[in-house]
C-alpha cells in the first residue's frame, strides 16, 4: 500500500521561501498525479495545485505566482515550494494522490502532513 | 472558482442513528464530488468518488447520492467511529474545491 510523508521546515520567516517535500514508499509516482493541500488552523482544506509524473501541472490561480511543485521520479518524491510567505500561509501541508486528472481526480491516499509555521 | 456549501456545520448525533449531510455546489459539477471523514490530527479519507461509489474498504453504512448542485453523504447506524469531521469536494473543474466541513458530534 503506498505511504505519503511530508518533510520539512516546520516554521519559516515571513517573506521567505517554504519548501517541503513528500516521498512515496510502496508505490511509484508514476501515472498518478500529486498535490499538494493545505488546511489553514481549524479551516477547511484548499488545493494548492497538483504535478504529474510527467512534470506538466496546474496551480490554483489564487496561489500560481507564489507556488513551484516538481517531482523527481528517480526518488519517487516531489517537492513544493512557496515564495514570500507570510502568516496567512501557516497551515498544515498535506501532499495527496490522485488516479487521474480533473474531473475524476479524488485523492485516494494522503500523506499525514507537516504543520508550517510562518513567523519572525 | 466553485464553491461548495454543506450543511449543517455541525451535527450532534447517537451511535445507531442515520445522519445525512447535504453538500451544494454554485454551479453544475455533473456527478464529480467526492466525500472524505477527517479525524483530528489526521488526513482526511476517502469515503466516496463520483457522488455514489464506495472507495475500497469503506463500510457499507456510507452511501453518497446526488447529481448537477445538489448531494448527500448518508451514514447509516452511526458507529462511534464515525464521529469526525466530513468535507465534500468538487473535481468537476480547477481550482478543486472543499466545502467547509461538517463536523459530527456525539450526542
Known amino acids: 500500500q503506498v505511504q505519503l510523508q511530508e518533510s520539512g521546515p516546520g516554521l519559516v520567516k515571513p517573506s521567505e521561501t517554504l519548501s517541503l517535500t513528500c516521498t512515496v514508499s510502496g508505490g511509484s509516482v508514476n501515472y498518478y498525479y500529486w498535490s499538494w493541500i493545505r488546511q489553514h488552523p481549524e479551516k477547511g482544506l484548499e488545493w494548492i495545485g497538483y504535478?504529474?509524473?510527467?512534470?506538466?501541472?496546474y496551480y490554483n490561480p489564487s496561489l500560481k505566482s507564489r507556488v513551484t511543485i516538481s517531482v523527481d521520479t528517480s526518488r519517487n518524491h516531489l517537492s513544493l515550494e512557496m515564495y514570500s510567505v507570510t502568516a496567512a500561509d501557516t497551515a498544515v501541508y498535506f501532499c495527496?494522490?490522485?488516479?487521474?486528472?480533473?474531473?475524476?481526480?479524488?485523492?485516494?491516499?494522503w500523506g499525514q502532513g507537516t504543520l508550517v509555521t510562518v513567523s519572525s | 472558482d466553485i464553491q461548495m456549501t454543506q450543511s449543517p456545520s455541525s451535527l450532534s448525533a447517537s451511535v445507531g442513528d442515520r445522519v445525512t449531510i447535504t453538500c451544494r455546489a454554485s454551479q453544475n459539477i455533473d456527478s464529480y464530488l467526492n466525500w472524505y471523514q477527517q479525524k483530528p490530527g489526521k488526513a482526511p479519507k476517502l469515503l466516496i468518488y463520483g457522488a455514489s461509489s464506495l472507495q475500497s474498504g469503506v463500510p457499507s453504512r456510507f452511501r453518497g447520492s446526488g447529481s448537477r448542485t445538489d448531494f448527500t453523504l448518508a451514514i447509516s447506524s452511526l458507529q462511534p467511529e464515525d464521529f469526525a469531521t466530513y468535507y465534500c469536494q468538487q473535481s468537476y473543474s480547477s481550482p478543486q474545491t472543499f466545502g467547509q466541513g461538517t463536523k459530527l458530534e456525539i450526542k
Open positions: 495527496a494522490r490522485a488516479p487521474s486528472a480533473i474531473p475524476r481526480a479524488y485523492f485516494d491516499s
Open positions: 504535478i504529474y509524473y510527467n512534470g506538466n501541472t
